[in-house]
């Protein structure tokens, strides 16, 4: 019998699996929302939330540039940044739309970025959404997110903002059409 024992094992020893989880944290946090199976997507959600809310614990210390820290705050966010950094790799590295490869650090942009969006917060960070089998091998596949507007330049959240901007366009313009109607001008 399995009692008490938390979390899935997928077939792996610790030390892989922990490296699993270690790329697919880096992954969603330099991407922020990356496609994986159902149960990988469920129990990266654990690793990613715990990830932020140590960022989060600090409060604006997180966020806050090192000159305007107390040495007591910048010890903080020091220990803070060295526990998520021991999960974490520092940096990764991301395409651009010119082909070009751009270097980021991760630990920077989940206390930077991701502890500043998510401010006012108190947990459930991130989303999953399930697409439905994979081709391949039947396997139920997932896209694990960060909520929140995301301000990176991919279609995510070019998507919302142009279907938001069509939805305001054509209510103008019923609401122009409209309005001469209503004002007894007739048309014909």
Same mark, same amino acid.
């Given at each position: 019998?399995?009692?008490?024992?938390?979390?899935?094992?997928?077939?792996?020893?610790?030390?892989?699996?922990?490296?699993?989880?270690?790329?697919?944290?880096?992954?969603?946090?330099?991407?922020?929302?990356?496609?994986?199976?159902?149960?990988?997507?469920?129990?990266?959600?654990?690793?990613?939330? %715990?990830?932020?809310?140590?960022?989060?614990? +600090?409060? @604006?210390?997180?966020?806050?540039?090192?000159? &305007?820290?107390?040495? *007591? =705050?910048?010890?903080?966010?020091?220990?803070?940044?060295?526990?998520?950094?021991?999960?974490?790799?520092?940096?990764?590295?991301?395409?651009?739309?010119?082909?070009?490869?751009?270097?980021?650090?991760?630990?920077?942009?989940?206390?930077?970025?991701?502890?500043?969006?998510?401010?006012?917060?108190?947990?459930?960070?991130?989303?999953?959404?399930?697409?439905?089998?994979? %081709?391949?091998?039947?396997?139920?596949?997932? +896209?694990? @997110?960060?909520?929140?507007?995301?301000?990176? &330049?991919?279609?995510? *959240? =070019?998507?919302?903002?142009?279907?938001?901007?069509?939805?305001?366009?054509?209510?103008?313009?019923?609401?122009?059409?409209?309005?001469?109607?209503?004002?007894?001008?007739?048309?014909?």
């Amino acid at each position: 019998m399995r009692h008490g024992n938390s979390g899935r094992k997928f077939g792996r020893n610790t030390s892989h699996r922990r490296a699993m989880f270690r790329n697919l944290a880096a992954n969603l946090v330099l991407h922020e929302r990356i496609e994986t199976t159902d149960a990988k997507a469920k129990e990266l959600r654990r690793v990613a939330e %715990r990830l932020i809310t140590r960022a989060m614990r +600090l409060g @604006e210390v997180a966020y806050t540039t090192q000159d &305007k820290l107390s040495d *007591a =705050d910048k010890a903080r966010r020091l220990h803070a940044q060295r526990l998520v950094a021991a999960y974490l790799p520092r940096f990764g590295t991301r395409v651009e739309k010119g082909g070009e490869t751009k270097k980021v650090d991760l630990v920077e942009k989940v206390f930077v970025e991701l502890a500043k969006r998510f401010k006012g917060r108190e947990g459930g960070y991130t989303r999953i959404i399930k697409f439905g089998p994979r %081709r391949g091998d039947n396997a139920p596949i997932s +896209l694990i @997110e960060f909520v929140g507007a995301l301000e990176s &330049k991919d279609g995510g *959240a =070019d998507e919302t903002k142009s279907q938001a901007k069509t939805t305001s366009k054509k209510s103008s313009k019923k609401a122009t059409a409209a309005a001469p109607t209503e004002g007894g001008a007739s048309t014909t």
